[in-house]
């Protein structure tokens, strides 16, 4: 119940196209779901994050997708870049009584922008 | 430049050593996360504390140690008890309680012979 189910573990795509990466969970005591990009031997930024009482959340070219009833979000790269090239985790988050953020990260998908 | 700092960028010791992994942040971050990452695999909470003097353990605790004397310090000990250490280690903070963004050191890589 604590997992998070990412996929696909790897993706090309073309310059200027859309890249959609899934992620699937199954404690509903998640309520907060980022996601997090990390460039080789560097440490994850975040990129992107929502919260479950909306269904889309847009930020320039990064849309995260989110359906509560399915317990599915995605991550939607719009005109992508060989810049975007790189791995992306989702994750979920649950708080501890004590307000500790307990991250739940998917495996991640290595993401190659072809130019 | 504020942010957090790993030391060192890689480490060599050899089986049955203790190694202490370095994480300092001068973000005034109140709460300090340590991770684990295997190729192909996503991050695993080693430990995490929320405030100095405290510390709770996280989903894979074993094998680890972990001390929090000074709020910018939260050095990681890798002991001869983990049975596999070789792996990424990425240290994290927050602002504190409640907090959704967890910010990242740039990791050391561990490499045990």
């Known amino acids: 119940q604590q997992q998070v189910k990412q996929s696909p573990q790897s993706l090309i795509v073309q310059k200027g196209g859309i890249s959609i990466i899934n992620c699937a969970y199954e404690?509903?005591?998640?309520?907060?779901f980022p996601w997090y990009q990390q460039f080789p031997g560097k440490g994850p930024a975040l990129l992107i994050a929502i919260r479950p009482d909306v269904s889309e959340k847009k930020e320039g070219r990064f849309t995260i997708s989110f359906n509560k009833s399915a317990k599915q979000f995605s991550l939607h790269i719009m005109d992508s870049q060989p810049g975007d090239s790189a791995t992306y985790f989702c994750a979920a988050s649950m708080w501890s009584p004590q307000g500790a953020q307990k991250l739940v990260f998917g495996q991640g998908t290595r993401l190659t922008i072809n130019p | 430049d504020g942010g957090i700092t790993q030391s060192p960028k890689y480490l060599f010791r050899k089986e049955g050593q203790n190694v202490t992994l370095s994480c300092e942040q001068n973000?005034?971050?109140?709460?300090m996360y340590w991770y684990r990452q295997d190729p192909g695999q996503g991050l695993r909470l080693i430990y995490y504390s929320q405030i100095v003097n405290d510390f709770q353990k996280g989903d894979i605790a074993e094998g680890y140690s972990v001390s929090r004397e000074k709020k910018e310090s939260f050095p990681l000990t890798v002991t001869s008890a983990q049975k596999n250490p070789t792996a990424f280690y990425l240290c994290?903070?927050?602002?504190?309680?409640?907090?959704?963004?967890?910010?990242f050191g740039p990791g050391t890589r561990l490499t045990v012979l």
């Open positions: 994290a903070s927050s602002i504190g309680v409640f907090a959704d963004t967890q910010y």
């Open positions: 404690n509903t005591a998640f309520d907060y």
């Open positions: 973000l005034n971050h109140d709460a």
